[in-house]
């Protein structure tokens, strides 16, 4: 029997090695334009689960009560 989740391993190691290899080969550039991205990628995150927190909390406003706030400058 052919274990699939061996396979799902293999097939992530792989693709993280392809990555590392990738890496060695990047100029400076092409290495700061990813540390760019990954921080961004990291403060996107870090917002978004700030954001869902509030809505779990109820810390929201609907649409409507915000376009009525601010209708005069609409």
């Not at 052919?2 to 396979?7: Q, T, V």
Request: a positive charge; aromatic letters at 8%.
């Amino acid at each position: 029997m052919i274990n699939i989740r061996y396979f799902a391993v293999m097939n992530i190691e792989a693709r993280k090695y392809h990555l590392i290899e990738r890496l060695m080969k990047c100029d400076e550039n092409e290495l700061r334009k990813i540390e760019i991205f990954l921080e961004q990628e990291s403060a996107l995150s870090a917002s978004l689960d700030r954001s869902l927190n509030q809505v779990q909390e109820g810390k929201v406003i609907s649409h409507d009560q915000v376009r009525k706030k601010y209708e005069k400058w609409l």
